[in-house]
């Protein structure tokens, strides 16, 4: 069992920054979402309101663009760069406030390489977007991957949007590790719950301050319908009327939804794309919030997006496992850290990626986990 002095060890927030660590905040928000193209945070310092040489060594490493680590109790929960600073300094009061994203940024903000390339699998494609960006560890998460008949890049597009739409046709998804690797996959949902939450009516054993339970139809649909057709080309025909239906049995009316997608290659990616649109729906009519004390389960392991968890609520009569889809770490100056965790239902997101088994065979592109070095363009190196 840990001591106390352990324990506040193990909730200590550090932000590496240019060889200077800096421990002591007055508030900071650290978000990981899977579903958010790049995970961002926010911190405050308050700084002696008269000349302080470790305040002025602090200020002076405050580059924008400036590579940074973000560790709690030592482990690492977030590479990226410095975006933003403010230094604001007022009557009794002096702070600086620092704010910035996770490697993705530089996806989301920047525009993707122009290129046509066919025939291409899912390695070649993810490579040809990120490298000249800089990011060369890329894990590709699957079971098996799409070769791409054809893929067009237009000008203007963004390099996140491109590896999304990429990831989509083979139903995967693009997200960064907290060490600053790139994974196209989907979570394993073979894997235990990590923790129990509980709030029951009498008090006992409650591990949770609140629990919030949202229910919406509107964005669900009872099927989802992909249209597509393809071009020729030297090596294969065209082909036409490309289809595939998925049906979502809990939406118990006629609520269609019909989705055109003209760079769908066959039919079974046509199927695969609707199943995943379906569950997207799904996704957006159920969501558990949950805010509890601390930054770490009971058995000392960090919360991190990917999780399953068990909650059991006598109040709201739920007694299940949820998949941790984003958890945000927070602290301002009336209350200690706190962990908010945003709960889907469990087994319905990026389905295709790994099906439910404990063991996986190597996949028909590369073994499943793969990393990926792909070398930094010469520009860099």
Partial sequence: ?????????????????????????????????????????????????????????????????????????????????????????????????????????????????????????????????????????????????????????????????TLVHAAEAAGLWPWFEPDGTLVIGGPDYSTPPVDTLALRWNGRSNTLIRLSENRSISGRFSEVTVLGQTHGTETETGKNSLRGVAKDSQVNWYRPKIVTDHEVDNSAVAQSRARKLLMDSRLTGYTLEAELYGHRTQAGTLWKPGQRIRVISEPHGIDGVFFLMGRRFVLNRNDGPKTLLTLKEDAVWTLDALPHKRKHRKGKNGALGQILDIAKPSWQQ
């Fill in 1 to 161: 069992m840990l001591m106390l002095s352990d324990q506040r060890k193990d909730h200590i927030v550090s932000l590496l920054i240019a060889g200077h660590v800096q421990q002591q905040w007055m508030e900071y928000d650290i978000d990981s979402d899977l579903l958010t193209p790049a995970d961002a945070w926010q911190m405050s310092i308050a700084l002696p309101t008269s000349k302080d040489g470790q305040a002025l060594s602090f200020k002076t490493v405050l580059k924008e663009g400036e590579k940074i680590k973000v560790q709690i109790g030592g482990e690492t929960v977030l590479s990226g760069r410095l975006d933003a600073c403010q230094h604001e300094v007022v009557k009794g009061s002096h702070r600086f406030t620092i704010n910035g994203r996770d490697d993705a940024a530089a996806l989301l903000d920047c525009s993707a390489p122009v290129f046509v390339q066919r025939q291409s699998t899912m390695q070649e494609i993810v490579a040809k977007i990120v490298r000249p960006l800089g990011i060369t560890k890329v894990v590709i998460h699957a079971e098996k991957t799409t070769k791409f008949e054809k893929v067009n890049v237009d000008p203007g597009d963004s390099a996140w949007d």
